[in-house]
T-cell receptor
Framework: NAGVTQTPKFRVLKTGQSMTLLCAQD?????MYWYRQDPGMGLRLIHY???????AKGEVPDGYNVSRLKKQNFLLGLESAAPSQTSVYFC???????????????FGPGTRLTVT | AQKVTQAQTEISVVEKEDVTLDCVYE???????LFWYKQPPSGELVFLIR??????QNEISGRYSWNFQKSTSSFNFTITASQVVDSAVYFC????????????FGTGTRLTVIP
């Protein structure tokens, strides 16, 4: 099993450009998440999805959009990149029964994005 | 307000010393989950442990141990006989409620183990 994979690993954008980050998981997890990690701030949730075709906002959703067309994939889009979006982006997935305990999230290797 | 506080920004120890990483959390929910993750220099996040609010038993896994105390809202992590490979940033995280969707992370503690 590859677990959670992210594409690309690195990217440099100019202000105003757009891009899409791809996350894929092969663990048949229902839940998927996008986080950003900034120095001194830990990880913060951008958007998440509880199943194919559903998405929801997290703590810092502004400037991002997401789509979950297939269960195994979760896409994060930046329509008009800004320098404030320079960060490391992590995708995660988890097994979560509809009712029951919260399980751990498994993370991808991260994407380092620089917006100049 | 910060839901998870890791007051120690950086810690350095000499190899074979024991070290404790502190984590204090804040929640009004009676059901919640606490996690520890390790982020080595390579950058990935590695899951270490999950603990629910109804289980206050301490846990030991090899050189790692965790002390959960609801009375002080703390979930501390101890590494015994530290090794250079333990050098990493360690994050404590909180999830509130059942089947919750958000992990609230602390700001992390960078541990450096000096050979």
């Amino acid at each position: 099993n590859a677990g959670v994979t992210q594409t690309p690993k690195f990217r440099v954008l100019k202000t105003g450009q757009s891009m899409t980050l791809l996350c894929a998981q092969d663990m048949n997890h229902e839940y998927m998440y996008w986080y950003r990690q900034d120095p001194g701030m830990g990880l913060r949730l951008i958007h998440y999805s509880v199943g194919e075709g559903t998405t929801a906002k997290g703590e810092v959703p502004d400037g991002y959009n997401v789509s979950r067309l297939k269960k195994q994939n979760f896409l994060l889009g930046l329509e008009s990149a800004a320098p404030s979006q320079t960060s490391v982006y992590f995708c995660a997935s988890s097994y979560s029964p509809r009712q029951g305990p919260t399980y751990e999230q498994y993370f991808g290797p991260g994407t380092r994005l620089t917006v100049t | 307000a910060q839901k998870v506080t890791q007051a120690q920004t950086e810690i350095s120890v000499v190899e074979k010393e024991d070290v404790t990483l502190d984590c204090v959390y804040e929640t009004r929910d009676t059901t919640y989950y606490l996690f520890w993750y390790k982020q080595p220099p390579s950058g990935e996040l590695v899951f270490l442990i999950r603990r629910n609010s109804f289980d206050e038993q301490n846990e030991i896994s090899g050189r790692y141990s965790w002390n959960f105390q609801k009375s002080t809202s703390s979930f501390n992590f101890t590494i015994t006989a530290s090794q250079v490979v333990d050098s990493a940033v360690y994050f404590c995280a909180l999830s509130e409620g059942e089947g919750a969707n958000n992990l609230f992370f602390g700001t992390g503690t960078r541990l450096t183990v000096i050979p």
